[in-house]
């Protein structure tokens, strides 16, 4: 397996395939443009070529949305457009199934700083294409200024979290018990934990979507 990853990227993902026990060496740096730290598509399309020829099965991409150092936002379309091709290739009409999972490279949007520009019409260019990812990260308590910490994870794909993650401890996580789609506790790595999403809504709330808004502008 290998992954695929920016140079300008966030050292989390190094760390993830360490603790996944993939090893850091199966992750695959993809060089940027020089100007704008952006992920250099055409070297993402060049990397993943060379990788399927050497008998690697490529699986992921991680994308930025807003780089640390630069600030850099990733060509989410041009990267979509190439994992659909591969994809294509390896799974022709292949969708995310709950079952066997994701066939080919899943995509993934890092917004963790830069990605609140999704709620800026000035702003909200920068994201284009990232609606395409097939999962997307966001911290608020950094550019909206949330309480620390308010981390969101979003995928397109109903059912994956609890798919990957889940164990069905039968004496927690009851399928009669109340609002069970609601409990999110077998559906992360941890067991408990503080509740994130309470803090984002009551933060909402307070300043609807035009007060938001204004805090990216």
Request: include cysteine; aromatic fraction near 12%; hydrophobic fraction near 35%.
């Amino acid at each position: 397996l290998c992954a695929f990853v920016s140079d300008q990227i966030h050292y989390s993902f190094k760390k993830a395939c360490s603790l996944l026990g993939l090893g850091s060496d199966c992750l695959i740096v993809v060089p940027t443009d020089p100007v704008t730290g952006a992920m250099d598509s055409s070297e993402f399309r060049r990397l993943l070529e060379e990788s399927v020829a050497a008998g690697k099965k490529p699986f992921f991409v991680g994308t930025s949305a807003g780089t640390t150092v630069l600030g850099a936002f990733d060509p989410y379309n041009e990267i979509a457009d190439i994992c659909d091709e591969y994809n294509e290739k390896v799974a022709p009409g292949g969708v995310y199934d709950e079952q066997e999972g994701h066939p080919g490279i899943w995509m993934h949007v890092d917004g963790a700083w830069g990605g609140s520009a999704f709620l800026s019409a000035k702003y909200k260019y920068y994201m284009a294409g990232a609606e395409r990812a097939n999962s997307y990260s966001w911290n608020p308590h950094k550019m909206m200024g949330a309480t620390l910490q308010t981390c969101a994870f979003v995928t397109r794909h109903a059912g994956m979290l609890l798919n990957a993650n889940g164990t069905n401890a039968a004496y927690l996580f009851q399928p009669d018990k109340e609002y069970r789609d609601l409990d999110y506790g077998d559906k992360t790595i941890q067991c408990g934990r503080k509740v994130d999403h309470l803090k984002l809504w009551l933060m909402w709330k307070y300043h609807g979507d035009v007060g938001m808004e204004a805090r990216v502008d």
